[in-house]
């Protein structure tokens, strides 16, 4: 067994075209539980978290560029005011223990149908960029992770980075777990109103073997909301509900049966637009996001 | 103290610094996790080896001045890091206020999940003096204790908050 402790992204690819087999170790939050019980025998690490290009967000003309080593607390400290739904998913994520050392990069590399930050990185159409020995690849979230913990990276790559375009509007993240605190999400979902293109995006976790879009709802809420008042019938509400709901395919486990994970999906649903129509209601101020109302 | 980029299992020893001390290891094999290394490597059996997946927080301990759980940092990753554990924050013969807090408001009951709370309050109330008391709790949520209530804990920390303000 080896550990490989490199400084620099091209140290890294370095020691995994060495051992292109070899095991990513970020946060540890996922990984080492594996290895203590036994589930995983790594025979070579390649442990990232010293690669201070890998840390860090930046936002350059309009399109978020987050390293993979952002932590959840980094995302619940340093994001709050620009992605509000994105705070509120890394708040759910353990404990402050858990949240200091798990990586956004973890959780996508990990692509546990529960992974916390995932359905708000698909509802806004989350780039992977990944770097290995064969150059820069980049691609959609949704196209780079396949199935329950399976993802496209290819031997010798390393996910570097996530990026996705500012999408102005209200937004809003829901997470059901058997308990408020240090829960396995249960159902979850991302609702995002995207004011500028007037359409209502959506990501679903843990409802599927991985982050679901529900494009027809999407496209029917997009239509029914009126975006100048907020403006939308109870009725049509309800519907999106039931498209959501009919979107996902989830399983019964021991966390719950797939027919709660239905009904729970629907309610959340219709809860996070319900609310997002009422914060257009709000006025621009609401739905601009208070990185907006500073810069005005 | 200069480190190897890469450790082999050929030569399983490496270098740790806890509580400002630096430490050889001999490990059994690499995927040892930080708490084991602490605890059966290097003789500080401080942090506690509760639940083995970051649940419980009773192996808490500041890696880089960050709180995390040692179960889920490899210890060999663990490299080159400044280690705090409970036995490098107070003495026997010197406890800290919180240490003393925790004796005086009766915080402590069978004393697993005590040197995690430990450093998560000291964590705390280095990085926020004045917390209030939805902080307090967020900042304790992933210690586990089920003996106290938590009740006795959160009046130490608040004891601990007002003689830091008066002092």
Known sequence: ?296 | MTQPSTVNDESVTYGLRVNGREHGVQAGWLGESLLYVLRERLGLPGAKNACEQGECGSCSVLLDDVLVCACCVLGADAVGSDIRTVEGIGQPDSLTDVQCAFLAEGAVQCGFCTPGLIVAVHDLLDRSPDADELAVREAISGNLCRCTGYGRIFAAVAAVQRERADA
């Open chain 1, 1 to 296: 067994m080896s550990v490989a402790r490199p400084t620099t992204v091209a140290d890294a690819i370095d020691a995994l075209s060495a051992a292109p087999d070899a095991d990513l170790l970020a946060g540890g939050t996922d990984f080492m539980v594996e290895v203590n019980f036994g589930h995983r025998r790594p025979r070579r690490i390649v442990a990232l978290r010293r690669v201070d290009e890998l840390r860090g967000w930046r936002r350059v003309d309009g399109v978020y560029d987050l390293g993979a080593l952002v932590t959840y607390r980094q995302i619940e400290d340093e994001l709050a005011d620009e992605l509000p739904a994105f705070a509120a998913a890394a708040r759910t994520v353990g404990s402050p223990q858990i949240r200091n050392a798990g990586t956004i990069g973890g959780n996508i590399g990990t692509a546990s149908p529960a992974g916390d930050a995932l359905p708000l990185l698909a509802a806004l159409d989350a780039q992977v960029v990944c770097d290995g020995v064969d150059g820069r690849r980049t691609m959609p979230l949704r196209e780079f992770i396949v199935g329950p913990k399976q993802i496209e990276r290819r031997d010798g790559e390393l996910i570097a980075r996530v990026r996705f375009d500012r999408c102005r509007g209200p937004q809003h993240f829901l997470k059901v777990g058997q308990r408020n605190a240090m829960a396995i999400s249960l159902v979850s979902l991302a609702l995002v109103a995207d004011i500028d293109a007037r359409r209502v995006r959506v990501g679903i976790g843990s409802a599927a073997p991985r982050p679901v879009r529900p494009a027809e709802a999407e496209a029917f809420a997009s239509a029914a909301i009126d975006w100048t008042t907020g403006d939308i019938a109870p009725d049509d509400v309800a519907a999106f509900a039931d498209m959501v709901a009919a979107a996902t395919s989830p399983i019964t486990d021991h966390r719950g049966t797939a027919e709660y994970r239905v009904h729970a999906v629907a309610v959340l649903a219709r809860r996070a637009l319900q609310r997002a129509v009422r914060d257009l209601a709000d006025g621009p101020d609401i739905a601009d996001g208070p990185e907006m109302r500073r810069q005005r």
